[in-house]
């Protein structure tokens, strides 16, 4: 053990449990015979100023802008932010009652997830202005798309999907494995298959939407150097796909975001 393992926090403890299910799992994958899922790491591509103050719950790209939605009582925003600067160009608040969550735009509707507040509200995707509240029937994680159905996460090993008016259509449960995956968080659809970070631990997993099979996990350990860490550096949240497939990768209150590739572990 490293000297920093005598100062372990409570924080970190729990992380680290979080950490061992994952790579437990990963193991049982191995040895049941199940197929084992790709790992990858990832290449930083290149990176760019994130605001320190943003809890960020969603993450995403629409008609060519950088949409976040970040989290906390007090605290809670919907933003358009510049990718290239960092800069929040535009900024909803929300009431100190409400912690925002994931977040996405589906037929010109911006939604966004709180997380115990049973409701889910609607903007406009192109002027941000409020449209609409409805109720929402559990916690409000991550939240992404596949064009036609809003499909969300809760902290469990579940994906829900519903449509565009919140009316459940079905619901995976993730496993890798044989074993369920819980505390699944900030989602991202790409390419046909979900993303997912599970939350306390640095491994974005690659999800088939019709199974929940984790086919692919994504480490993601070290991205943000120790350098650029301060005490209330939190961790890993925040996948985005732009139109022309680039990956973003962000955490909560990270004062970077990165653009980065997969690369194949050894
Ligand atoms: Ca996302």
Redesign the pocket.
């Known amino acids: 053990m490293h000297k920093a393992g005598l100062r372990l926090t409570y924080y970190s403890m729990i992380r680290s449990a979080r950490l061992c299910a994952v790579a437990a799992a990963l193991l049982a994958a191995v040895s049941c015979g199940a197929k084992e899922p790709v790992r990858y790491e990832v290449k930083v591509l290149k990176e760019y100023t994130h605001d320190r103050a943003a809890y960020t719950q969603?993450?995403?790209f629409h008609d060519g802008s950088l949409f976040e939605t970040t989290g906390l009582n007090g605290s809670s925003s919907l933003r358009k932010v510049e990718l290239e600067s960092g800069e929040v160009l535009e900024r909803v608040n929300f009431s100190r009652k409400y912690f925002a969550e994931?977040?996405?735009v589906l037929d010109g509707k911006l939604y966004v997830l709180t997380w115990t507040n049973r409701v889910a509200f609607i903007y406009d995707a192109k002027t941000l202005e409020y449209r609409q509240t409805y109720s929402y029937p559990r916690e409000g994680w991550?939240?992404?798309t596949d064009g036609k159905s809003l499909i969300a996460s809760d902290g469990s090993s579940r994906i829900y999907f519903m449509s565009p008016e919140f009316k459940p259509q079905k619901s995976i449960n993730v496993s890798l494995g044989g074993r369920p995956i819980r505390n699944l968080n900030?989602?991202?659809w790409i390419d046909g298959r979900i993303?997912a970070n599970v939350y306390l631990t640095d491994m974005i997993l690659i999800i088939n939407p019709d199974t929940g099979v984790v086919e692919a996990t994504v480490n993601c350990s070290g991205l943000l150097p120790q350098n650029l860490r301060r005490q209330d550096t939190d961790v890993l949240n925040?996948?985005?796909?732009d139109a022309d497939k680039k990956i973003y990768l962000t955490g909560k209150r990270w004062p970077r975001l990165y653009q980065v590739e997969l690369v194949k572990s050894k």
């Open positions: 969603g993450l995403f994931g977040s996405v991550g939240l992404t900030e989602l991202e993303w925040g996948i985005a796909v």
